[in-house]
């Protein structure tokens, strides 16, 4: 199975920017769906943004216009680069994998002050 690995979060000001990375274990080029969540303390995991293999995306409303997601197939990874942050986006950031079966990743603190 496909194991993920999220990486690039860290403590940012309001306003700033944050790029984070969701590198796999194996290859994400083809047949799979890969999505980044955020869980808040005390709140549900929610979805930020997805992407296919072919390279539609979506994205939840309170982030389109600030948040990008990509993918790089031929470095197995997916990337959201995320500006404008806001004390809100405040949370853990998950990566998805699905194709045949889901995986996730360990998720990687994001901590916006305002």
């Known amino acids: 199975q496909v194991q993920l690995v999220e990486s690039g979060g860290g403590l940012v000001q309001a306003g700033g920017s944050l790029r984070l990375s969701c590198v796999a274990s194996g290859s994400i080029s083809s047949g799979n769906l890969m999505r980044w969540y955020r869980q808040a303390p005390g709140k549900q995991r929610e979805l930020v943004a997805a992407?296919?293999?072919?390279?539609?995306?979506n994205y939840a409303p309170s982030v389109k216009g600030r948040f990008t997601i990509s993918r790089d197939n031929a470095r197995n990874t997916v990337y959201l680069q995320m500006s404008g942050l806001k004390f809100e986006d405040t949370a853990v950031y998950y990566c998805r994998y699905t194709a045949t079966y889901d995986s996730w990743g360990q998720g990687t603190q994001v901590t916006v002050s305002s």
């Open positions: 992407i296919t293999s072919g390279g539609s995306t």
